[in-house]
């Protein structure tokens, strides 16, 4: 068997996309999700773009202990020392550095001749190695570079000590054929090629990213680099679970190829990055989309209930979907709640567990039965609540909000700070506006503008929870806040508060 690496860049790639930045601790918690998933690398960011990046890639080096931790460089030295300034101490450091190799990079971008480019690959992989033994070099655009000169720069790299050679397609360009024939001509044309290992490197401009991807390896890679959801710049990235599902389910043309992926933490490694994010898988989105697996057609349907492999060619159970409807309610205590979150893949501290399920009980008062996407949903808000030190913070006490389609909206909130309690009153544009302006009056947060609003339903039933994401931006940060009840103006109000209390303790740092 031969085994294809997992390389996530959820947190470098993935992240550095507009709306999709993350906090040190939500990087942390996606990382800790990945390392139970068991991808083979992170890369935890870009060490030398920020000072917080440089943390952030430090602090998951210390965490992370069951896969390679990598920190993005440019091929310039205070890039790579920044690297490995940041990932040494990680349990198997990697420092994957990276230049730009196709003729309109290298004259526009880089203003540097081809020569100019081959000596910086070798100065760099060089100034590298002397740090680290796991170095990855990128050919940045490889799939518009000329194709002799990227077996130059591969083989340059190769020779000055590249461990891992990437090479991208930036710009989401090529096709699946291309892709296998460029990673089998540099193979069979640099002459040390066996000293490397082959990467792709996919973005979905062009929507074949995952294709992409599953042609290089046929072509010889053994990593691919994708990320949780396809998150990433523009279209974005290959995405992990699709790439992964693809290898898995199709074993007859991947030929003994494995990964080490645990596919059944899929599901909720998905769930938690776009609960990070505020934002909610599409419907129909291959894997972990709501309809991933539905059939609603009556042929669809009974053939699956003939046979399930008419219509079904993976399971849900593959990728850590629970079909087991076992609903929690009432009477349901706090053993039984413990162990579902257990078949959920959750495990949470005894003050975790009680905090849950308090709201579990409270949820139980307003709701006959609780579906797993809704003790999903208490868990994950939780975390998001927990975020911020609570006495330091508003909570939501009382609101009261008259609305009509025929008069302009008024809300009045309070908000309990410790033991102080704070009135405010608003007119608004809805209710909802109505009760933001109402806070912003007690709070006097710092300017802000509300990036994304949504609203979705946890499960069918109109007495479904309503789970809100509302982000909101101050400067250059942005700010997730998430909201959870089954009234849809307190789950909006508490989201609201949730995003300017953590913008607010930011502003505090
Ligand atoms: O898309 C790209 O080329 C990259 C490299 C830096 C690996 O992200
Ligand atoms: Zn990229």
Known sequence: ???????????????????CSMNLREKLEIARCLEKMKVDIIEAGFAISSPGDFESVNEIAKAVK?????????????????????????????????????????E???????????????????????????IEFSAEDATRSEPEFLCRVVDTAIRNG???????????????????????????NVPDSDKAEFSVHCHNDLGMAVANSLAGVLGGARQIECTVNGLGERAGNTSLEEVVMAMHTRPDVFKDITTRLDTTRIYRTSKAVYTVIGQNAPLNKPIVGKNAFLHESGIHQHGVLANKQTYEILTPEAVGIKTNNIVLGKHSGKHAFESRLKELGYSLTAEELVACFEEFKVLCDKKKTITDS??????????????????????????????????????????????????????????????????????NPVEHTLELYTINSTSEGKDTLGDVSVKLKAGDKTYVGRGLSTDIIEASLKAYINAVNKMQAAQEK
């Open 108 to 134: 526009y971008k880089l203003r540097m001749t081809p020569e100019q480019v081959l000596e910086k690959t070798a100065s760099m992989v060089a100034y590298a190695k002397k740090y680290c033994s796991n």
């Open 374 to 443: 809704d003790i999903e949903a208490i868990v994950l808000h939780k975390a998001a609540v927990e975020e911020v030190d609570e006495s330091e913070s508003f909570i939501l006490d009382w609101f009261d909000v008259h609305t009509s389609n025929f008069t302009t909206s008024t809300s009045t909130v309070c908000l309990k700070k410790g033991d102080e309690k704070f009135e405010g009153v608003s007119l608004g544009d809805g209710p909802i506006d109505a009760s933001f302006k109402a806070i912003d009056n007690i709070v």
């Open 66 to 106: 069951d896969c390679t931790v990598a920190s993005l460089a440019r091929a310039a030295t205070k890039d790579i020392d920044a690297a490995w300034e940041a990932v040494k101490v990680a349990a198997d450091p990697r420092i994957h550095t990276f230049i730009a190799t196709s003729p309109v990079h290298m």
């Open 162 to 188: 590249a461990t891992v050679i990437n090479l991208p397609d930036t710009v989401g360009y090529t096709t699946p054929d291309e892709m296998r024939s460029l990673i089998e001509y540099v193979i069979k």
């Open 1 to 19: 068997m031969s085994q294809v690496k997992i390389f996530d860049t959820t947190l470098r790639d993935g992240e550095q996309s507009p709306g």
